[in-house]
C-alpha cells in the first residue's frame, strides 16, 4: 500500500446546494466584502499587484542563450 502525502493545506469554503435566489444573494456578499477589502487595504494591494507584474514580466523575458542562434524555440524535453 503506497503511505499517503500529507494534504496540502488550502482556503476553501463548503456551501450546501444552492438555488439561483440564496446563489446571487452569496455572490453580492462577496462583492460587499471585496470592496471592503478594497477600501481597508486598496492602497497597498495596488502596489503589491504592480509589484506581481513586474516580476511576471521580469521572469518572461529571461532568455538563456545555448549557443546554436538557428535553434528552435520550442525544444521539445
Do not use: C, N, S
Not at 476553501?12 to 439561483?20: E, G, R, T, Y
Not at 462583492?31 to 471592503?36: G, L
Amino acid at each position: 500500500m503506497k503511505p499517503r502525502t500529507p494534504a496540502r493545506r488550502h482556503a476553501q469554503i463548503h456551501l450546501p446546494p444552492l438555488d439561483a435566489g440564496y446563489a446571487l444573494t452569496l455572490v453580492d456578499i462577496f462583492e460587499r466584502a471585496i470592496e471592503a477589502l478594497w477600501r481597508a487595504h486598496g492602497d497597498r494591494m495596488a502596489q503589491l499587484l504592480q509589484q506581481r507584474e513586474q516580476a511576471r514580466r521580469a521572469a518572461q523575458h529571461h532568455v538563456v542563450l545555448d549557443g546554436d542562434p538557428d535553434a528552435p524555440d520550442d525544444i521539445p524535453f
